[in-house]
């Protein structure tokens, strides 16, 4: 378990670093090219930093209210309130608001920017389906992505991808509809036409890329809640067959949308065929087959 979370530690630093790479690596291409300096590059990121608070204070309540979760006391359901506190006695963080979604779809989510504003959401459906120890897995790994500051990763993250979209976006339309603007002092010859074939052929692709580094990012994270999970409980088999259970269950929510899609434990469009590149989540017999390698 220690092995597994190092190592998807390591992994998420790198893609990390990848993501910055690309945006000081466009930042510079379009200085250059169009020599309006970097105002360009430094008005995306103002922009980008400026709309993503919003998300970054609200978007848990965004999510809450787009699923329909609506928000419970210990009176409400105790058997489950309970299992959640105990949980976060045993992780050693506070008490998240803990909310239900009525559907019989097997699902469940966390969000917030850090433990003292989390939030967890369990499906009627989930509840219902998994034995105790099995549920007590699944809320593990919810309580999981709140003590590793997963949902603020993954805010930064998608900020990092918006970033990556504006600039090569604001490049594209100063390119053709505001002049040209190109530097009389660039590299000339040989190596000033590699120059430009490398950034042309970044700016058309780093907005793919940004997006795959996103989903693969999510994926790792998830890897890791598994394993943060299992070392919470101690019973990596608990989360193992609630995840098969999860797995052969074919009802979607049908609240899910693609904004919030990676937040679940698993896919929420049952029955949609996704290449693994562009999946929010990792193959569920990847993870069950790591889970009983623990």
């Known amino acids: 378990m220690y092995n597994q979370i190092d190592s998807n530690k390591r992994k998420t630093v790198i893609l990390i670093t ?16 169009l020599n309006y300096g970097y105002g360009v590059f430094l ?4 922009f980008s930093i400026g709309t993503s608070l919003v998300s970054y204070y609200k978007g848990d309540k965004i ?35 803990v909310h239900i979604i009525d559907s019989p779809a097997l699902n469940a989510f966390a969000t917030g920017r850090d433990p003292e504003h989390a939030s967890i959401a ?11 120890e099995e549920l007590e897995a699944v809320i593990a790994h919810e309580l999981s992505h709140i003590k590793n500051y997963d949902i603020r990763l993954m805010t930064l993250v998608v900020v990092m991808v918006g970033l990556i ?26 190596l000033g036409v ?7 052929a970044l700016l058309i692709l780093s907005p793919i890329v940004a997006e795959l580094i996103k989903l693969a990012i999510s994926r790792k994270r998830e890897y890791l809640a598994d394993a943060s999970g299992a070392l919470l409980t101690r019973y990596p088999e608990g989360l193992a067959r609630a995840l098969e259970k999860i797995s052969k269950s074919k009802t ?18 049952k029955g949609k065929k996704i290449s693994n590149f562009f999946s929010t989540h990792p193959p569920i017999v990847d993870r069950v087959k790591k889970l009983r390698g623990m």
Not at 18 to 33: D, K, Q, R, S
Not at 43 to 46: D, E, S, T
Request: net charge positive; glycine share 8%; with cysteine.
């Open 194 to 200: 590699i120059i430009m074939i490398i950034g042309f």
């Open 43 to 46: 008005f995306a990121v103002i």
């Open 165 to 190: 979209a504006i600039i090569a976006d604001m490049f594209w339309r100063i390119r053709f509809f505001g002049g040209d603007r190109k530097s009389d002092n660039k590299a000339g010859g040989q």
């Open 63 to 97: 999510a809450l209210a787009s699923t329909k979760a609506k928000e419970i006391k210990k009176t409400d359901n105790p058997y489950v309130y309970r299992m959640v506190e105990n949980l976060c006695i045993t992780a050693g963080i506070p008490t998240p608001k």
């Open 122 to 132: 369990l499906t009627t459906g989930i509840i219902k389906a998994l034995e105790n």
């Open 252 to 269: 979607p929510l049908q609240t899910a949308n693609n904004a919030t899609a990676h937040l679940f434990i698993s896919n929420p469009f």
């Open 18 to 33: 990848i993501f910055l790479v690309l945006i000081i690596a466009l930042g510079w291409f379009i200085g250059v090219y």
